[in-house]
C-alpha cells in the first residue's frame, strides 16, 4: 500500500467532444502541491477561473453523470472517468485546467487518461496519504437497488447490474483495485446506451456527442450495433465499475473498505458515499500508517479571477 501522497509527473494535455454537450473541449493535468487533492480550474470566455475541489461537497447533480460545481454557473460535468483514472493510478494532487464544462468523452472510458499517466509518470511527495477505513456496514436503497461499504483490508468493488435488454442481462465484476486491475480490466469499457432512448435525450439536450466512437449502442433489436463489437463480453458491469470507482473518489480520501453495489449508478453511488460520511461511527480517518482524529474537510466550491480527433500531450 503506498502510504505517501503522490502527483503527476509533466504536464498533459488532452482535446475531445463532450458527450453530452457536443462542445470541443481542451483540458490539461498540471502537477499539484501535497494537500492539493484533485481541482478543477474552469476558463471562462470572460477570463474568470474558476476553482472547484472535486469532492461530494460539491456534487451538484448525479443525472446520466456526475457534476460538480454550479449547474447555472461554473461547473465541470462528466467528471467520473478522469476521476476514476487519477483514483486508481493513486494520484492524489492535480490541478485539472479546462475551457468548457465537460469533461471530453474521449473513446467512452478512462484508457486514454490511464496510458497519459502511465506515460507522464507518478511522483512520490513527502506528506502522508489521507485514508477512510470502513468500520461497519453502511447501506442505502434505492429503486430496488441498493449500495453499501462493507470492512474490508484493501479498497475493492463488487458491482452487479440487471437490465431488461438481452444484450446486458445480469452481469457482475468483483475485484481489488490496483493500478494494473484498472489498466487492463476497466479502464477500456466504454459507456453505453439505447437507440431507443437517443431522441429523448437530445430533446432534453444530452448525449449531443455521442457516437459509435465512444459510445456502445444497443439497437432495437437488442444486438450491440457498434462495427467492432464489444471489448470485453461483460463490457457493460465494468463500465458501471469504472464509474463507481471516479464516483467513490469523491470522498476527498483514499478509501479503505469493500463497496458493493446491486443495480446502482451516480446517484445510488453518491448517496452511499453521503452516507457513510455521515455516520461518524462507521468510520475512521488513517493518516499513512497512523488513526487520525481530525476530520478530513471537504473545502466548497470557491470562485476566483472532433470526438474521433482527441489525443493526450505530455509535456
Known amino acids: 500500500m503506498v ?3 503522490q502527483t503527476i509527473g509533466a ?12 462542445s470541443l473541449v481542451e483540458l490539461s493535468l498540471h502537477p499539484a502541491e501535497a494537500d492539493t487533492g484533485i481541482v478543477f480550474h474552469v476558463f471562462q470566455a470572460s477570463g474568470l477561473i474558476h476553482e472547484i475541489k472535486a469532492v461530494s461537497a460539491n456534487v451538484s447533480s448525479t443525472d446520466l453523470s456526475t457534476i460538480v460545481g454550479d449547474r447555472k454557473g ?13 483514483y486508481a493510478m493513486e494520484v492524489d494532487n492535480v490541478v485539472v485546467q479546462i475551457d468548457g464544462n465537460e469533461i471530453p468523452i474521449m473513446d467512452g472510458g478512462a484508457d486514454a487518461f490511464v496510458r497519459a499517466i502511465e506515460n507522464a509518470g507518478v511522483v512520490s511527495q513527502r506528506a502522508s496519504r489521507r485514508f477512510v477505513r470502513v468500520l461497519k456496514p453502511v447501506r442505502v436503497e434505492l429503486n430496488g ?19 431488461a435488454s438481452a444484450a446486458i442481462g445480469r452481469q457482475r465484476f468483483a475485484a481489488d ?10 479502464a477500456r469499457a466504454r459507456t453505453f446506451g439505447f437507440m431507443k432512448d437517443v431522441e429523448r435525450l437530445w430533446a432534453s439536450g444530452h448525449a449531443l456527442g455521442s457516437s459509435l466512437e465512444n459510445s456502445v449502442v444497443i439497437g432495437d433489436d437488442e444486438t450491440v450495433i457498434n462495427p467492432g463489437g464489444l471489448r470485453f463480453v ?7 465499475t469504472l464509474d463507481a470507482v471516479g464516483d467513490q473518489a469523491l470522498a476527498g480520501a483514499r478509501i479503505l473498505g469493500c463497496y458493493r453495489s446491486f443495480r446502482g449508478g451516480h446517484r445510488l453511488n453518491a448517496m ?6 455521515a455516520d461518524r461511527s462507521a468510520f475512521e480517518f488513517v493518516n499513512g500508517a497512523k488513526r ?17 480527433a482527441f489525443g493526450p500531450q505530455v509535456l
Open 177 to 186: 483495485l490496483t493500478p494494473t486491475l484498472f489498466r487492463d480490466e476497466l
Open 145 to 163: 437497488g441498493f449500495a453499501e461499504y462493507l470492512p474490508y483490508e484493501g479498497t475493492r468493488f463488487e458491482v452487479e447490474i440487471e437490465f
Open 3 to 5: 502510504t505517501k501522497q
Open 74 to 86: 461554473a461547473h465541470v460535468a462528466t467528471i467520473e472517468h478522469i476521476m476514476a483514472a487519477l
Open 11 to 22: 504536464r498533459i494535455g488532452f482535446e475531445g467532444v463532450g458527450v453530452h454537450s457536443g
Open 234 to 240: 461483460d463490457e457493460f458491469v465494468r463500465h458501471k
Open 272 to 277: 452511499a458515499l453521503e452516507a457513510l460520511m
Open 292 to 308: 487520525r482524529t481530525d476530520p478530513i474537510r471537504q473545502a466548497p466550491m470557491v470562485s476566483a479571477a472532433a470526438a474521433p
